[in-house]
């Protein structure tokens, strides 16, 4: 990284690794927005509702992987900006031996939750069914996502961006195939498209290995000395990512808890659907966020702490824009969207009336996202924490369990906007705290 190249043009440097990251996130949505639709298609609306009502077993995973990765890179970033690369190099290693170890522990933990979670949720035999052939599959496939995203932190880091963007077009392009293969010629439903994903991220993880056996400079696989402290370190710079990951996951459950009491399986079939949007949404957000993590890192470890301050703020203005792009383009496509996974008119009814309330969540949600991601890359982590807990667990559970009662299921579609509008005041808060003490500098 070049610390005047990034003073003289940060629009450009933002864009070099952002955009890459970006495309790799978005492109890990379309595996999921096309899983959906083959499970729409070739198993009905009870698969993607199978799929949903799981979705707290990955953001778990998710959660655990992102703490210690996010929390590494981010220590990783501030060291190799301090010029000590030896460091910066142990910690790679040991926080990839970290991720693998505690998502497969995790893997035999949570086949015991399995048949609690459907039992809470009063699914029906076919969602049961659904539920245990795609996840358990998954369970082995998780671990393996989870690595492949640390090892992209680790490879932007490093400089290159597109090269992990090109893996995840391959991971992509594979994962759509299979699905297709396995869901239309061989006829094995959700399992089929569970065993897609876990052919696909296989794959990936040998054109990884590849990289970092062959063509990386700084970040070099090898042994290492475990640390205690570093461990501690990173999960703690970490936690508000874990806690976002975890918030997400509880307030997941919590709404297909709801829905399944107040409306049924056809209420969180409509409320996937619509989540499709916000994935592809929020998987721009994290991409912004992960691309402009390291240069925050590497720019606040090199004492320019405004500069730091200034690559979040251009940050914040294009995750917003982006975010009113995608309401537009919404808007103006959601009768059409609507009976894209589907063919049912109460669902398709639901996705309708529902989309727009949904989305003006978007023009608050990034701005929250990004501050948080940027108080983790500065090392910040008891505001970056409160933000993703505010946002992701405490403000939105109060919603999710008051609104729907008040509202019905127009209620579940406020949950979202009401929750991040709170939330960005919280941020505003910490910012002008932030505000203060650069000026006593």
Not at 36 to 55: D, P, Q, S, T
Not at 336 to 350: A, K, L, T
Not at 370 to 379: E, K, N
Request: charged share 10%; aromatic share 14%; glycine share 10%.
């Amino acid at each position: 990284m070049n610390l005047e190249q990034m003073k003289q043009d940060t629009a450009k440097m933002i864009g070099q690794f952002s955009i890459p990251a970006i495309i790799s996130m978005l492109l890990t949505s379309l595996v999921t927005i096309a899983d959906g639709f083959f499970i729409g298609n070739y198993v009905g609306k009870e698969g993607i509702a199978a799929v949903n009502l799981g979705l707290p077993i990955i953001y778990l995973y998710l959660g655990v992987g992102l703490m210690v990765s996010i929390g590494g890179v981010s220590i990783a970033g501030r060291v190799l900006g301090a010029g000590d690369r030896n460091t910066c190099n142990q910690v790679f290693r040991q926080t990839i031996v970290t991720t693998l170890v505690s998502s497969t522990l995790l893997g035999g933990v949570m086949l015991l939750f399995f048949q609690p979670m459907m039992s809470v949720l009063r699914a029906d035999g076919r969602v049961i069914g659904y539920f245990q052939d795609y996840y358990e599959i998954m369970l082995l496939t998780l671990p393996v996502m989870v690595v492949n995203s640390s090892f992209g932190m680790f490879i932007r880091s490093e400089g290159y961006p597109r090269y992990y963007m090109k893996i995840s077009m391959l991971d992509v392009l594979l994962n759509i195939f299979l699905d297709y293969v396995f869901a239309d010629w061989f006829h094995m439903g959700v399992a089929g498209i569970g065993l897609a994903s876990l052919l696909a991220a296989l794959v990936s993880l040998i054109c990884i290995l590849y990289f970092f056996m062959r063509k990386a400079k700084v970040y070099r696989l090898g042994r290492f000395r475990f640390s205690g402290k570093m461990c501690v370190q990173s999960i703690l710079n970490g936690s508000s990512e874990f806690i976002g990951e975890m918030s997400t996951g509880i307030a997941m459950f919590a709404y297909n808890f709801v829905i399944m009491r107040k409306v049924g399986t056809d209420g969180v079939t409509a409320f996937t659907i619509v989540g499709y949007v916000a994935y592809v949404f929020s998987m721009v957000v994290v991409g912004f966020g992960q691309g402009t993590s390291p240069l925050i890192s590497f720019v606040y470890g090199a004492r320019e702490k405004m500069l730091a301050s200034d690559i979040r703020k251009r940050t914040n203005r294009y995750v917003f824009g982006v975010g009113l792009a995608v309401f537009l383009l919404m808007a103006a496509g959601v009768k059409w969207y609507s009976g894209v996974f589907v063919q049912n008119d109460r669902v398709e009814g639901m996705i309708q009336s529902g989309m727009l309330i949904f989305m003006t969540s978007f023009f608050f949600s990034g701005v929250n996202a990004i501050t948080s991601f940027y108080f983790t890359a500065t090392g910040q982590a008891f505001p970056s924490a409160v933000i993703s807990a505010s946002r992701g667990l405490v403000i939105l559970l109060v919603c999710i369990f008051t609104l729907p009662y008040l509202f019905g299921m127009t209620g579940v579609w406020l949950a979202a906007p009401v929750t991040e509008l709170v939330t960005l005041g919280i941020t505003l808060f910490f910012l002008r705290i932030e505000n203060f003490s650069f000026r006593e500098l």
